[in-house]
T-cell receptor
Framework: EAGVTQFPSHSVIEKGQTVTLRCDPISGHDNLYWYRRVMGKEIKFLLHFVKESKQDESGMPNNRFLAERTGGTYSTLKVQPAELEDSGVYFC???????????FGSGTRLTVV | GEDVEQSLFLSVREGDSSVINCTYTDSSSTYLYWYKQEPGAGLQLLTYIFSNMDMKQDQRLTVLLNKKDKHLSLRIADTQTGDSAIYFCAGGGDDKIIFGKGTRLHILP
């Protein structure tokens, strides 16, 4: 089966600009997660979708981050306006249900300059 | 808060066994995972163990869980150059997963 796909793989933007990250989960996986790894630190949880609904968004750092999951398929994570501390690798993962492990995408490396 | 800790580096000679250790604080974790990350790749799920188990073996991989000490280990037998990667320990329950920082496994010739 195709894995979790994330676009773009790399993005370099200037502080104050807007960036939108996309995640395509494995087909049929209702659960979709966003994580972020800041250099040298743990991969932190951001939020969790079940189909198109936000199940848990307690990890979203602030209101500059907006996640959507149109029709319960792919998801986007928009950062507006971007700040320097937003730099890091954003991982997406999906799973069919809570009793199964997560499949992660390769991540989007975001650099805010 | 919830925390998962593991050493950052491990060097092992090719053919020897590698043992990567991890400690966690959240006793409510239902599952404990080991992920492998190779350069340029995502986090690949290697294996996982239910919190009510104390051992799981899968080919060259052996996972040991000490619930009392909240200690998890991953043993890789006959370590190969292809095992060179970062290994993440993680604990999960409900809908969250907490990762450690990752242990970089370096294979010596």
């Amino acid at each position: 089966e195709a894995g979790v796909t994330q676009f773009p793989s790399h993005s370099v933007i200037e502080k104050g600009q807007t960036v939108t990250l996309r995640c395509d989960p494995i087909s049929g996986h209702d659960n979709l997660y966003w994580y972020r790894r800041v250099m040298g630190k743990e991969i932190k949880f951001l939020l969790h979708f079940v189909k198109e609904s936000k199940q848990d968004e307690s990890g979203m750092p602030n209101n500059r981050f907006l996640a959507e999951r149109t029709g319960g398929t792919y998801s986007t994570l928009k950062v507006q306006p971007a700040e320097l501390e937003d730099s890091g690798v954003y991982f997406c993962a999906s799973s069919p249900d809570r009793n199964y492990g997560y499949t992660f995408g390769s991540g989007t490396r975001l650099t805010v300059v | 808060g919830e925390d998962v800790e593991q050493s950052l580096f491990l060097s092992v000679r090719e053919g020897d066994s590698s043992v990567i250790n991890c400690t966690y604080t959240d006793s409510s974790s239902t599952y404990l995972y080991w992920y492998k990350q190779e350069p340029g790749a995502g986090l690949q799920l290697l294996t996982y163990i239910f919190s009510n188990m104390d051992m799981k073996q899968d080919q060259r991989l052996t996972v040991l869980l000490n619930k009392k000490d909240k200690h998890l280990s991953l043993r890789i037998a006959d370590t190969q150059t292809g095992d060179s990667a970062i290994y993440f320990c993680a604990g999960g329950g409900d809908d969250k997963i907490i990762f450690g920082k990752g242990t970089r496994l370096h294979i010596l010739p």
